[in-house]
């Protein structure tokens, strides 16, 4: 008998229309689960590039969920229509800076600037400073490193892929925190087992919460009296968005008691009041807090209240704003204040930053407050980083960052909780660059450091010249490097490696570099070749080794294309260091030729990446202004007589 069974097959991705693919996003995200419909935008958008609703879907969530990478290739294609998509090119810059991308944050910040003409100038032109400010102060940071400082990541029994915050440093070896695992914001317990952090879990006899997040907490001296923020459970956690208000629970004997809420003149209705935290000063307590409340200079701003030890437990001051000097239009938040050196501890990012939010410190007390001071590497990132804490000796603690981590944490999307000392480790690399031929250690070598970033965008650190080919340098742990070593007359080599060993406090190895062999420069062939057409294939080999003919393009390399009669163009994308034929930028243009070609140059160890080949001039830069378009604005055209480049065409 033959049975006939009625089977409904899904579509895979490639197969679905994009409008299909829109709607799976429009449901995702109705959901909550913003990251996978960020990628449905993106799909979509990939199949229909017309539709640039779905880019500026898409680069949104990716910019809320601090996915920077992420954002700005999504939200190049719709930053230069701000009647459409007002503020755009604003968040395309940011994304672009906490990428670690300064250069480019930095000219995309100006020319967003050089081409607002609202009747808020004046305000966004001082945001826009703060912004280029911080660029520049990136640049400026890794000659100015804490190398005393060592930053440690704590391991998967403190974070998850949710959110862990609002580290609490109850002693050496006892860690309490915030996590947003399970869906809610919740305090944690965990504590170090040897050189690792056990699984962290619910601290005994605390209240129960059920319903609600509750956070952000920091413990009274004596250790009897806990202040934390509860916040509105039905609301999606939002360290900035969702409405907190402290409250506070006593210890009576080995339990705690239920929640006390602060008065409403702290918790003020429709307001966030959160992140409190305690230090005692001259006999007084000090609660400085963040909140949006009325009287502050804009956005979240530090706040402080006082009261009498020997005082009721609620019975504090009126709030007092801690000033401008501390306050910006922008967001301050995650105070801390170490009593002993009378230092406040904050985040902003009001303030010039290298990221989002840095950490900044200031000496002072109430609403007098030195000029506040970024505290640098390593303790600020391209990356969001606040929560900073200090433990009762003051040489190590604790603070929060979303930033990548060597191969810990390969992602921006979660904050998690780091640890750091201050007089650790100092972590070196060392090698010796020799003669491969010979062994000898050779004379007069430039190395190249470099941090490769998520994507495996290289970042150049520094560059030092030695001259008796042992090379040096001290560097930060948890994080991929690349070393690269040059010497006149031979090929530069390199090697790269993580520095997330706690065995070891050297890394590197010796280098072999290969002496150039230098072919001779094969002559221009004669342009006259009357029984060739222009375009048809010279004779020789596929590929060849020639000098570039003009003045200001001179240099040896080798071609993996063969030669052409006559005159032909070819559109140059970049010149890299490594060449990837599956860069998605490149798969993105190379539709729009024959071939993709690469001329590789020995002594600078670079590789062009061509679109080739173009027998019309027109044609070449038609492509040209396409491929501005597809993520390689300085592309230009290059001319070529008789398979001779010529430099380029203008």
């Not at 010249?465 to 006149?488: C, H, T």
Request: aromatic letters at 12%; charged letters at 25%; a neutral charge.
């Amino acid at each position: 008998m033959l049975v006939l069974l009625n089977i409904s097959l899904a579509l895979p991705g490639s197969a679905q229309s994009w409008k299909r693919v829109r709607k799976t996003g429009d449901e995702l995200f109705f959901q909550g689960k913003y990251a996978e419909a960020a990628a449905q935008y993106e799909e979509a958008f990939k199949k229909k590039p017309k539709q640039k609703e779905l880019a500026f879907k898409a680069g949104d969530i990716y910019f809320n969920i601090k996915d920077y990478r992420k954002a700005a290739e999504m939200l190049q294609h719709v930053k230069d229509e701000p009647a459409k998509y007002p503020m755009t090119s604003l968040k395309y810059a940011r994304s672009l800076k906490q990428d670690g991308r300064y250069d480019d944050a930095r000219r995309e910040f100006q020319a967003y600037l050089d081409k607002y003409s609202g009747n808020d100038r004046a305000i966004v032109e001082e945001i826009v400073r703060v912004e280029i400010e911080g660029c520049q102060l990136a640049k400026e940071l890794p000659s100015r490193v804490n190398r005393d400082a060592e930053i440690l990541y704590p391991g998967r029994g403190v974070n998850t892929e949710a959110h862990e915050f609002a580290p609490i440093p109850f002693s050496n070896d006892v860690l309490y925190f915030s996590s947003t695992t399970g869906g809610k914001a919740r305090i944690l317990r965990a504590a170090r087992q040897g050189r690792e952090w056990g699984k962290a879990g619910a601290p005994e006899a605390f209240p129960v919460i059920p319903n609600d997040h509750y956070c952000n907490g920091t413990l009274s001296a004596d250790g009897n009296r806990f202040f934390f923020t509860i916040c509105r459970g039905e609301e999606t956690w939002g360290p900035l968005t969702t409405r907190c208000e402290i409250y506070l629970i006593k210890r009576q004997g080995g339990v705690w008691s239920q929640p006390i809420r602060l008065p409403e003149y702290i918790n003020m209705a429709r307001v966030t009041t959160t992140q409190p935290s305690l230090a005692t000063i001259d006999g007084q307590e000090f609660l400085f807090f963040a909140s949006n409340r009325e009287g502050g200079r804009g956005g979240m701003d530090i706040w402080f209240v006082t009261r009498d030890l020997a005082a009721d437990d609620v019975d504090f001051s009126f709030p007092v704003n801690l000033g401008p000097s501390i306050n910006t239009a922008g967001d301050e938040i995650t105070p801390f204040y170490d009593a002993g050196s009378g230092i406040l501890y904050f985040a902003s990012n009001g303030h010039p930053s290298i990221g989002g939010f840095d950490v900044f410190k200031s000496k002072g007390i109430e609403t007098i407050w030195s000029a506040p001071e970024n505290i640098g590497l390593p303790f600020n990132s391209p990356a969001d980083d606040f929560y900073y804490v200090l433990n009762n000796d003051g040489n190590a603690g604790f603070f929060s960052s979303n930033r990548v981590f060597g191969g810990a944490k390969n992602n921006t999307r979660d904050e998690d909780i780091f640890e750091f000392t201050i007089g650790g480790r100092k972590l070196m690399v060392k090698g010796t660059a020799y003669d491969k031929d010979s062994g000898t250690p050779l004379d007069n070598i430039s190395v190249s450091l470099y941090q490769i970033l998520p994507g495996g965008v290289e970042n150049l650190l520094l560059v030092r010249d030695f001259n008796q080919g042992a090379y040096s340098f001290e560097i930060l742990p948890g994080r991929m490097f690349k070393v690269e070593v040059k010497s006149e007359g031979y090929q530069a080599s390199a090697y790269e490696f993580t520095s997330n060993d706690p065995s070891t406090t050297t890394y590197g190895r010796p280098i072999y570099l290969d002496k150039i062999v230098m072919k001779p420069a094969e002559p221009p062939l004669n342009p006259k070749t009357p029984d060739k057409k222009p375009g048809e294939l010279l004779p020789g080999p596929e590929t060849y080794t020639a000098r570039g003919i003009g003045p200001d393009d001179n240099l040896e390399y080798t071609s993996s294309a063969p030669r052409l009669s006559g005159t032909y163009y070819k559109v140059q994308l970049a010149a890299v260091q490594k060449y990837d034929p599956n860069n998605n930028n490149v798969r993105k243009v190379k539709n729009l030729a024959q071939r993709v070609d690469t001329e590789y140059i020995a002594e600078q160890n670079l590789t062009r990446i061509m679109l080739a080949d173009f027998l019309n001039r027109d044609d070449a830069f038609r492509v040209m202004a396409q491929v501005h378009k597809r993520g390689f604005p300085n592309a230009f055209v290059v001319r070529y007589e008789e398979g001779s480049r010529w430099g380029k065409e203008r």
